[in-house]
């Protein structure tokens, strides 16, 4: 029997996040004084330390900036092969997450893609990224 996979601690800053995961939208910590986007979540903005962060949709776009496949058993319930990458989005922050939807022989460094969204429990929906499709 294949072990469960293992669910992302759930931090009193990023709870807008995985509420909007769990609506099929991401979000992401903008800020109310200079307009600067950021991941992670914090109480301040980072470039003009003001606290009034706002919870903007996102567009779920980005590129593949760096990624790499697990080949060995590493992390209980997640089975290799697998991948993790590090998506640059539109909106400048990088998330970590796995790319879902495309062979591992054809990830490569600056692919478009798109988030979509892997419901695990009620509490915990995953952002993923699969090869971005051509209307979007």
Same mark, same amino acid.
Request: charged share 25%; proline share 12%; hydrophobic share 40%.
């Given at each position: 029997? =294949? ?17 909007? =995961? ?11 004084? @200079? ?9 301040? @903005?980072?470039? @003009? ?8 949709? =996102? ?55 798109? =988030? ?21």
């Amino acid at each position: 029997m =294949a072990e469960e996979r293992p669910l992302p601690p759930l931090h009193e800053d990023e709870l807008p996040f995985w509420e909007g =995961a769990r609506r099929g939208e991401l979000l992401l910590p903008r800020c109310g004084d @200079c307009q600067h986007t950021w991941w992670p979540p914090g109480p301040v @903005c980072p470039e @003009c330390l003001s606290d009034r962060v706002e919870w903007r949709r =996102a567009s779920g776009r980005g590129v593949v900036a760096s990624w790499v496949v697990f080949r060995r058993r590493l992390v209980p319930g997640f089975e290799p092969p697998y991948n993790v990458a590090w998506v640059q989005l539109e909106e400048g922050p990088r998330l970590v997450a796995n790319l879902v939807d495309v062979p591992l022989e054809e990830i490569r460094t600056g692919m478009p893609v798109e =988030a979509v969204f892997q419901r695990l429990t009620d509490e915990v929906t995953l952002v993923q990224f699969r090869p971005r499709r051509q209307s979007s």
